[in-house]
């Protein structure tokens, strides 16, 4: 009985001894973020207790992919950095601690052992563009010129693989306003993120109206509309 006990007493102070070396990391970070396409940059957020045993500092690193940031430390225990990610819908995150024992020993471990995925919400594209037909038409076209503008910010490069008009209902005066309008590029329109991309559209009816359907191959936006307006614009006066 007596050794029954003192193993156990043992068991317990070695369990006691081994947590109070240990530091534990709690990830306070969002799940998702919606994508930031003008600075691309997100807050990461983390919160590190210590045992008994351990020697402050204790020093909290990002590991992302290759990628290692420091997060600087408050005193509420909390550490924060702000993580640059562009061109894709989301991104891995692990907390990498390292911290130093009253031994004089260090130890360092991975949280969460496996990454998790952050996603980021892709932004909307363009909804509707009006163009401008209050200038003369193209002398050698006959028609108005201009193009709807896609800023696409979830993949390194983006190709509109196709584009088609359609009527915006198929009430007799939308299906009529549609007809003057013609899609003038060639697919595919090859896009770099961050970098507008344009598909170029004429009209030979100062007033007319149509959406644009687009194909992409980014999963994020395999179909897209912009509703479409050939219509004179006020002229700011001075």
Known sequence: ??????????????????????????????????TNADIGMYPITAKVTGGAM????????????????????????????????????????QYLAVWRLQVGATKQALFPPQPRQIELTPPPLTAQQNIDTSGKPDKKTRSWQGSVQFNFVTAPQVQITGAQLEPVSQDKADVAAAKPIKIASTFPVNGSCGTPTGVELTSKDAHAHANLVIDTNDPAYPHWTTRVDFAPQPQGGI
């Open 1 to 34: 009985m007596r050794r029954s006990i003192g193993t156990t007493t043992f068991l317990v102070a070695s369990a006691l001894a081994l947590a109070g070396c240990d530091v534990q990391v709690q990830d306070e970070t969002p799940a998702k973020f919606q």
């Open 54 to 93: 351990v020697s402050p500092p204790v020093y909290l690193f990002l590991v992302s992919g290759d990628q290692k940031v420091p997060l600087s430390s408050n005193p509420d225990g909390t550490y924060q950095t702000m993580f640059p990610v562009k061109c894709t819908t989301a991104f891995p995150l």
